[in-house]
T-cell receptor, first 115, second 114 residues
Framework: KQEVTQIPAALSVPEGENLVLNCSFT??????LQWFRQDPGKGLTSLLL?????REQTSGRLNASLDKSSGRSTLYIAASQPGDSATYLC??????????????FGKGTKLSVIP | DTAVSQTPKYLVTQMGNDKSIKCEQN?????MYWYKQDSKKFLKIMFS???????INETVPNRFSPKSPDKAHLNLHINSLELGDSAVYFC?????????????FGSGTRLTVV
């Protein structure tokens, strides 16, 4: 059974710092990995999707890497801003049998960027 | 244009009542999902529907019944609501296929059972 772990559970940094969020998964037979952002009381916004054949994806100040064989992904945020404060969720897509797919989430990292 | 829309956004109801949450997607995806986010913010799959057919049914009480009239809609009916059903319920959609297809989530329905 796929399990996704995110470390740290919470992180507080001063504005302007670069930071790294970590995600690990137990079964490397994944199709892709998605990083989401969730603001308090809001839904999930997809930030980056990395296919299993890719090593990294970039969007603006965000860079996500994937090491499928070791079951790890990192989300790098450059020059953090107070507006980056949110919970960041990592999720992996894998086969769940009978031709279907399932997205399994980690418990998230709650990021606070202090002005 | 909202890609995945859920209604209502908030739902407060008494124990024992029956309620429904509606979900619609305009992305042309062939698979829709219901996820539950508990008080500890952990997201867990409940149901998956592909082309109106139930694919995944995790260990969810049978008081919960998903209904998909067509591949753009997936509704969640909950009978005899209990206090422990209080959570945020998210609808999502995706296209069947491997790596290039991600998931799109709705904004959630916060259910409070009193």
């Amino acid at each position: 059974k796929q399990e996704v772990t995110q470390i740290p559970a919470a992180l507080s940094v001063p504005e302007g710092e670069n930071l790294v969020l970590n995600c690990s998964f137990t079964d490397s037979a994944i199709y892709n990995l998605q990083w989401f952002r969730q603001d308090p009381g809001k839904g999930l916004t997809s930030l980056l999707l990395i296919q299993s054949s890719q090593r990294e994806q970039t969007s603006g100040r965000l860079n996500a890497s994937l090491d499928k064989s070791s079951g790890r992904s990192t989300l790098y945020i450059a020059a953090s801003q107070p507006g980056d404060s949110a919970t960041y969720l990592c999720a992996v897509k894998a086969a769940s049998g009978a031709g279907s797919y399932q997205l399994t989430f980690g418990k998230g990292t709650k990021l606070s960027v202090i002005p | 244009d909202t890609a995945v829309s859920q209604t209502p956004k908030y739902l407060v109801t008494q124990m024992g009542n029956d309620k429904s949450i509606k979900c619609e997607q305009n992305l042309g995806h062939d698979t829709m999902y219901w996820y539950k986010q508990d008080s500890k913010k952990f997201l867990k799959i409940m149901f998956s529907y592909n082309n109106k057919e139930l694919i995944i049914n995790e260990t969810v009480p049978n008081r919960f019944s998903p209904k998909s009239p067509d591949k753009a809609h997936l509704n969640l009916h909950i009978n005899s609501l209990e206090l422990g059903d209080s959570a945020v319920y998210f609808c999502a959609s995706s296209q069947t296929g491997p790596g290039i297809f991600g998931y799109t989530f709705g904004s959630g329905t916060r259910l409070t059972v009193v």
